[in-house]
Each structure stands twice: as C-alpha cells, then as structure tokens.
C-alpha cells in the first residue's frame, strides 16, 4: 500500500480529511507526437490510429490520435500534481469514457470532484470515489469517469 | 511511382467470435517499464518495484496483438470497467485473457463487448473488466 507520509511534501492527508464535495483542478499538459510513439513502444499497441499518419489523413480525426490508454494515463499524472496526495491513493476501480479524440498539440487539464467516501476493503482503509473530466484546450471534455482510490484511515 | 502500404490484416467486426477465450503470451515487468511509464504518466514513482496500476491494463493492449487472431479493427475504444485486485511488483510476469462478451452491429461498425483478465505467474487475477470496443466492418472488395 502506499504511504502518503512518503511521497506528499504537504505532510499525510487521510481519509478523515477529505470530504464529499471538495473540487480540485490540475495544471495542464501538452500531449506530443513523442507522447504516443513512447506509449506505442511501451504499450505495445502500434494500432494505425496512433501510428501511421498517411493512414489517418483519411479517416474521420484525420490525423493520428493517442491512444486512450495514454490519455488516461496522463490523466493519472495530472491529478497527481492537481489533488491531496490521499485523493489519488492506491487505485480501487474505475469507470471511464473516452469521448474523443486527444490530438497531437492538444494541452489538457483535469477538474475532478471527490463523490463519495465509504468503509475500505479493511479497518485501516477508506474508500474515496472521485469523478474526473480530462479537458483540452477548447472545453471540450475528452474523457470522463469515476475511479475509487483505497485510502488510509488516520493512525490511533 | 509512390506505393501505398498493404492493409494491415485485422479482425473486422464480422469475424469476432463471441465466448471464444483468447491467451497471450506473458511478459516480464521490469524497473525500465515503470520508469518508462512514470516518464509518460509525469506520476513520480514512489516505490520502484511497484508497478503503477495502469501499466498492466496499457500492457494487455500489446499483449493482445499477440495471440493467434489477428488484432482488432478498432476504431475507437469507447469506455471500460476495471477493477485492480493484486499489486503488481517488478519481477512478476502477467500475461492476459479475454473473451468477447457480446457484438452489436451499428451502421458504421459493431460494438464488441471484451471481458479480459490479467493474470500473474501464481494464476492469480491481479486486475479484471469489461471493455467496450467500437470496431470496423470489413470494407467492400
């Protein structure tokens, strides 16, 4: 499990500190053509729609996307930096959409908004259900979704 | 005279096989796949032989590249369900299973349902769901 004691400068932020309604906004983050051939080479998913540029000039995006996968990925990232530590715990489940397409140039941020809390898997965990919108630089919201993070129970 | 590249072989639409059980081939998580990963995700790692939950899902689109049906037309992966179970450390090797739940035919495509599990070297389920996949019919001859 991860200690937020570890990697959060701020100091611990437990379960009993987070509460329903709090929302938070990330930086933004530019999505580059070496973001996705990265993620194609680690992925392994060298699918046409992000690798193969003369291919997509033709179809409805019209140029090579990132993949999903990416886009939620760096989503990950994003509220990292956006969020309390403990709001972005040790992921639980998730539910997600992908509305459209994140293209090259693209520069997204996320708004996410902390939906529930309830009682963890054990005595020492919370589970917190936060909903999240990926946002590029026009408003449009690209994906959408809820993940639920385990997070700790303050000690004693 | 320039030359355009042969298609790529895919499973269009009409060919997914519901209920058929696909396995890939496993793969080995290293240091160098977190690091790679938290380069791209901009997430510092805070513990380097625990791999981020979402590199074994990133993985498994790879991994299903590999198996003996040809990769999936798809053109756009709509959504998915996903549940993380186990943790995932360097060393271990997952590897992934899925199965078409169910097709629905739409104008421009089909709508496949995929259920898919990963699974480590103990056969343990570290991580399972429900994908949701908009794929491409087969074009005219």
Known sequence: MLSYRSVDARGPVFFEDLAVGQEFTSPGRTVTEADIVIFAGLSGDYNVLHTDAEHMKSSIFGERIAHGLLGLSIEQGLASRGEPTAAHGQLHALKWKFKGPIKIGDTVHVRSRIAGKKDGPDARLGLVTVERELVNQLGEVVQEGETEHAVERRPG | ?141
């Open chain 2, 1 to 141: 005279m320039r030359e355009a590249p042969a298609a790529p072989v895919q499973c269009y639409f009409e060919e997914v096989e519901v209920n058929v059980l696909l396995v890939t081939p496993g793969i080995t998580l290293t240091r160098a796949h977190v690091a790679l990963f938290a380069g791209v995700t901009g997430e510092p790692a805070s513990d380097p032989d625990l791999v981020p939950s979402l590199l074994p899902l990133s993985l498994s689109s790879g991994l299903g590249w590999r198996v003996p049906r040809p990769p999936l037309a798809v053109l756009a992966f709509m959504g998915f369900e996903w549940r993380f179970l186990l943790p995932v450390r360097v060393g271990d090797t997952i590897h992934s299973e899925s199965r078409t739940l169910t097709k629905r035919s739409l104008r421009e495509g089909g709508v496949v349902i995929e259920e898919r599990k990963i699974v480590n070297q103990r056969e343990e389920t570290v991580q399972s769901g429900k994908l949701t996949l908009l794929v491409a019919r087969r074009p005219a001859a």
